[in-house]
């Protein structure tokens, strides 16, 4: 096709049929890779690759959460979240929500955090955090719980948070230590505006 051209442009020079040669081979190598880069797109290959990933993440996702339950359970009777221990805001101050924060991250999770607020760290369990937050970053409300969902609820406006860990039980810090049980289910105290999350990455 080349010398062909080369015969028919005799008149031009030299200089002008060799511009001429190279830009049709610039023109003929980048359809060239359009239409490869067409035919992988509309390859099985890549249908695989895309869907796949998202798989890939979303079971991804699902380990994390599980992970999130395994965590808490773990921490049972550990005090280092108690109102008096230094972790967290410091002493005298209650930790609910620095102990979610914790697991999540030791989970994997991403966890949101407090934003515009003088004092930082993770969201709380009230304003502006689990108990009435309408969204929060990687988390979404959801109407019914899974092991490794984050639950808050409030008695008399004081909330609390904790953690799903199945069969109608929580894993949450109180002021004590650690603790696992049917809040916030029990009949007494009642509690009130029960909200689950569940993490999305």
């Known amino acids: 096709m080349i010398t062909a051209l080369t015969t028919l442009l005799h008149p031009l020079s030299w200089h002008q049929i060799i511009k001429i040669n190279l830009t049709i081979e610039v023109v003929m190598k980048v359809h060239v890779c359009e239409l490869l880069f067409i035919a992988f797109l509309t390859s ?116 609390h948070v904790g953690i799903y860990v199945g069969n109608g039980e929580t894993v949450s810090a109180n002021s004590v230590n650690v603790g696992r049980n049917d809040w916030p289910y029990c009949p007494y105290p009642k509690y009130y505006d029960i909200l689950y999350w569940r993490y999305t990455g």
């Open 44 to 159: 099985a290959s890549f249908f695989g690759w895309v869907f796949g990933s998202r798989q890939c993440s979303a079971d991804n996702i699902a380990a994390v959460r599980e992970k999130i339950a395994t965590v808490a359970k773990k921490y049972v009777g550990s005090t280092h979240w108690c109102y008096a221990c230094p972790s967290g805001h410091g002493r005298n101050t209650n930790k609910c929500n620095y102990f979610v924060y914790d697991i999540g991250l030791e989970a994997g999770a991403k966890m949101p955090k407090r934003v515009f607020s003088l004092r930082g760290g993770p969201v709380g369990a009230s304003e502006g955090g689990w108990g009435k937050a309408s969204s929060l970053s990687y988390w979404k409300r959801v109407s019914s719980p899974q092991p490794g969902d984050i639950v808050a609820a409030h008695k008399n406006n004081i909330y």
